[in-house]
């Protein structure tokens, strides 16, 4: 599969806490992209960075970027309940028309 | 703006029927995807349509799956003879994509697909 993976699979913290996904993925990229998804449906994009980049930051979240590993992590900062949501990485592989998507991380905060 | 639609937002069907399920892009976006997520799972690039080249279909499972854009404007996808494992949902998303970049996709809700 050329699908990334994240880690943890799924991952519960309380309200306040931070929380930290990680991804790997196997190919050379042009840029990784961090996407939420609630209940199922819609994905909402959350921030891209591109391969030559080393970190980026949005708001709460922070994202970091190894080229050299394969790897990419989000940060997010002060959680809230209403972060509970799945977080997908999606890779856009050199060469290559669509994201390839990994497995995600499903995290719940606690109020 | 308006984001991305689909339509129908569920559809349960029988084993063995056709369905076709409909994408509204971003107006303005030239690329159009399509992806399948089963339950619990993650996302599965089906198909990909950029202007007026030729789809990119390499991630189509089947020859029971086709789809269609009209310019830069509505996509649809047609599953034939729907079989029980195509239950997902099917989502669609459009970007504004510039040669040798890729930009961000948005996503519509998707279709939730059944199939009995």
């Known amino acids: 599969s050329q699908q990334g993976e994240e880690d943890p699979q799924a991952l519960s913290i309380q309200e306040g806490e931070n929380a930290t996904m990680n991804c790997s993925y196997k190919?050379?990229?042009?840029?990784l992209q961090w996407y939420r998804q609630n209940s199922g449906r819609g994905l909402v994009h959350l921030i891209l960075?591109?391969?030559?980049?080393r970190e980026k930051h949005s708001g709460r979240l922070r994202v970091t970027l190894d080229t050299s590993k394969k790897s990419s992590s989000l940060l997010i900062t002060a959680s809230r309940a209403a972060d509970t949501a799945s977080y997908f990485c999606?890779?856009?592989?050199?060469?290559?028309?669509?994201?390839?998507f990994g497995t995600g991380t499903r995290l719940t905060v606690i109020p | 703006g308006a984001g991305v639609s689909q339509s129908p937002s569920n559809k349960v069907t029988e084993k063995g029927k056709d369905v076709e399920l409909r994408c509204d892009p971003i107006?303005?976006?030239?690329?159009l995807y399509w992806y399948r997520q089963r339950l619990g799972q993650g996302l599965e690039f089906l198909i990909y349509?950029?202007?007026?080249?030729?789809?990119?279909k390499s991630g189509l499972p089947s020859d029971r799956f086709s789809a269609e854009r009209t310019g830069e404007s509505v996509s649809t996808l047609t599953i034939q003879r729907t079989q029980q494992e195509d239950s997902a949902v099917y989502l669609c998303?459009?970007?504004?994509?510039?040669?040798?970049?890729?930009?961000?996709?948005?996503f519509g809700p998707g279709t939730r697909l059944t199939v009995l």
């Open positions: 998303a459009s970007s504004f994509r510039l040669a040798g970049r890729a930009d961000t996709q948005y």
């Open positions: 190919t050379s990229i042009n840029n």
């Open positions: 107006s303005g976006h030239t690329a």
């Open positions: 349509f950029q202007g007026n080249s030729a789809p990119d």
């Open positions: 960075i591109r391969s030559n980049e």
């Open positions: 999606a890779t856009l592989q050199t060469g290559a028309n669509n994201l390839f």
